[in-house]
Structure formats: C-alpha cells, structure tokens
C-alpha cells in the first residue's frame, strides 16, 4: 500500500515537472533543473513500478492499466516537449547563420 501512496505521489510530481517544462523557456537556467527532476521522477517510478511488478496478484490489474495509462500520456507530453526544444535549437542555429551572413557581408 505504501509503495502506491509513492507512486500517486511521484505521479503528480511528473505531471507537475511536465507542465512547468511546457510553460519554462528553453535557455531558462530552471529548465536544467526541471529536466534533472523529471528524470528523478521517472527513476524513481520506474523502480516502484518494477517492486509491483514482482509482487502481482490480480488485483493490482487495474492499477496497472492505469500505470500504463499515465506512462503513455507522460510520454506524449515528453515528446511534446521534446519537439518543441529541438524547433527552438533549429531555430536559434539558423539565426546564428544569417547573422554570421550579414556579419560577413557587412565586412566587406
């Protein structure tokens, strides 16, 4: 019982680390720290998740299902972000090659 208290508990930190993910920009320093926790989160579940596991009996069914549920949408909130950093790192290294452009153009 203690090991789902965690787990729900762990849940809402993940849910919570995502949205602040979503809403913190990029080159924000809090953003390092927000991708360390996540990964805390994630350890930490993956773990608890692995001691169910071995203790099954069929009860613990439909938390399960449920369990994978949240991986599944924890997931798609990741990629979500995931994209979005990678446009952004895109983007940034595109405007630093205009500017060098224009740099090397107005040298001359």
């Not at 809403?23 to 608890?48: M, W």
């Not at 990741?78 to 940034?92: F, N, S």
């Amino acid at each position: 019982m203690q090991m789902l208290i965690e787990l729900d508990e762990i849940n809402k930190n993940l849910t919570n680390c995502l949205a602040s993910l979503e809403k913190t920009p990029a080159e924000d320093k809090s953003a390092d720290e927000l991708v360390q926790k996540l990964h805390e989160c994630v350890e930490r579940r993956q773990f608890i998740l692995d001691k169910v596991l071995q203790s099954l009996n069929a009860e613990d069914k439909q938390m399960l299902e449920k369990q994978l549920q949240l991986t599944q949408k924890f997931e798609q909130q990741a990629q979500i972000i995931l994209r979005h950093r990678q446009e952004l790192l895109h983007l940034g290294s595109k405007t630093k090659r205009q500017i060098n452009v224009y740099k090397s153009i107005g040298a001359k």
